[in-house]
């Protein structure tokens, strides 16, 4: 497997197969995990074709197995950053509390710019079960943690 991150927060790697390996640990791990699943999990549901879908949630193991959304970008305009999250939240009310370009990815297969990292995010729908209390990350703090 090639390792793409290894933080405080995850250690994310990506198998031969292509699936996305996630392991959380640190602060709210459990919590952190069980709020990316069920976020995924939910927009699945709705149809969003722009995430990663769960394959295997190990809470055991505080480890999530989801297929690959392409590659990161070296640069997209900070317009269009805020257009993709905008698209996420406004279509399947599911807001990302990590809009950075460091979560968007983009997948040549799909032809599009594609929405990762989702374990501070934010169902919006009044119908969905409430998710976990997480303390989200200070919003200009340096990342690697």
Do not use: W
């Amino acid at each position: 497997m090639e390792q793409m991150k290894d933080t405080r927060r995850a250690l994310v790697r990506i198998g031969y197969d292509g699936r996305v390996h996630k392991t959380f640990r640190g602060h709210q791990a459990r919590e952190r995990f069980q709020n990316e699943a069920r976020v995924l999990r939910y927009l699945e549901s709705k149809g969003c074709d722009y995430v990663p879908r769960v394959i295997e949630a190990h809470e055991d193991e505080l480890r999530l197995v989801t297929t690959s959304c392409g590659q990161r970008v070296d640069y997209i305009a900070p317009e269009k950053v805020k257009q993709i999250f905008a698209d996420l939240e406004n279509d399947f009310r599911v807001r990302h509390e990590d809009a950075y370009a460091r979560n968007i990815t983009y997948s040549a297969q799909a032809g599009r710019f594609c929405v990762i990292d989702f374990e501070f995010a934010e169902i919006l729908d009044p119908a969905a079960p409430p998710g976990p209390k997480l303390d989200l990350p200070m919003p200009d703090a340096p990342r690697g943690d």
